[in-house]
């Protein structure tokens, strides 16, 4: 059933065909502005954060791949859910014989993994084409990045299930979703990489969650992590996420006994 969900979650994206056609144009342009403010700032200072020229702009490229996907700055189910929180929709999502949580982690992968095949190739391709990238040259490294990717789009998700769950109080979460877009906007590595930060700054936005979304995966893709210190980086980010998951689960047990719709 979950998977069926999430195969309709990614048909349902797939028909939007000129949203899509305009947010790789989106991504495309403001990774080229972000490719030559990282050049200028690259040659002023070699070697800032780790990284070599050809690494800081294939991070600028595979973040504009991942934007999406991982739903950095939001925008996925959260509204729609929100929405149905403050109707009282909810109610009967509830007495579904499916799991609520479950249910909307399904939708959100095949949304997920829409968006990683429809917005995220092309403007790599291009980024690739236009400037010297670090590609990786071994196929272990570009699966090690999916799997990267998709813990990632599972943190992502658990967050923003904790962002949504927050109308059940609030009745219109948008004020939430704000702090949540500022927080993923900043802390994901998706203006600059998290290496960059310094000192107990970049210690403690490294340790944050958000850095699961696109700083970890960059850094796999780059060659960053190898053997023990991967599998240091999964664990990162599988803690995150089952402790996250785990926190929407329990705020979830507690939001479903008060079910409240507004004005009534």
């Known amino acids: 059933m979950y998977a069926a969900v999430a195969g309709g979650n990614f048909r349902r994206f797939a028909t939007y065909r000129m949203a899509t056609l305009a947010g790789v144009f989106t991504n495309t342009v403001f990774g080229v502005i972000l490719a030559y403010t990282y050049k200028a700032l690259w040659d002023e200072r070699p070697g800032l954060g780790g990284y070599d020229q050809a690494q800081a702009l294939t991070y600028v490229w595979l973040g504009q791949a991942l934007l999406m996907t991982v739903a950095a700055m939001g925008g996925g189910f959260e509204s729609e859910l929100m929405e149905r929180i403050r109707t009282g929709d909810v109610a009967t999502d509830l007495h579904r014989p499916a799991d609520l949580q479950t249910w909307w982690l399904a939708s959100d992968l ?3 993994a829409f968006h990683l095949l429809g917005r995220g190739v092309v403007p790599m391709t291009f980024g690739a084409l236009a400037f010297q990238l670090a590609l990786p040259r071994d196929p272990l490294t570009w699966l090690a990045t999916l799997l990267a990717v998709l813990l990632g789009v599972v943190v992502s998700f658990a967050l923003r299930y904790l962002v949504a769950l927050s109308a059940f109080w609030l009745l219109d979460g948008a004020g939430m979703a704000q702090i949540a877009w500022l927080a993923g906007t900043f802390f994901s590595g998706m203006l600059l990489p998290l290496n960059v930060f310094p000192g107990a700054l970049g210690e403690i936005a490294r ?8 700083q970890v995966p960059a850094d796999v893709f780059l060659g ?4 023990a210190g991967l599998l240091a980086v999964y664990a990162f980010q599988a803690a995150w996420a089952a402790g996250l998951l785990a926190a929407g689960r329990l705020l979830q047990g507690v939001a479903t006994r008060r079910v409240v719709v507004q004005g009534g």
């Not at 340790?207 to 979304?213: C, D, I, R």
């Open 110 to 112: 095949g949304r997920a």
């Open 207 to 214: 340790a944050l969650p958000w850095s699961a979304l696109i």
């Open 224 to 227: 960053k992590h190898t053997g």
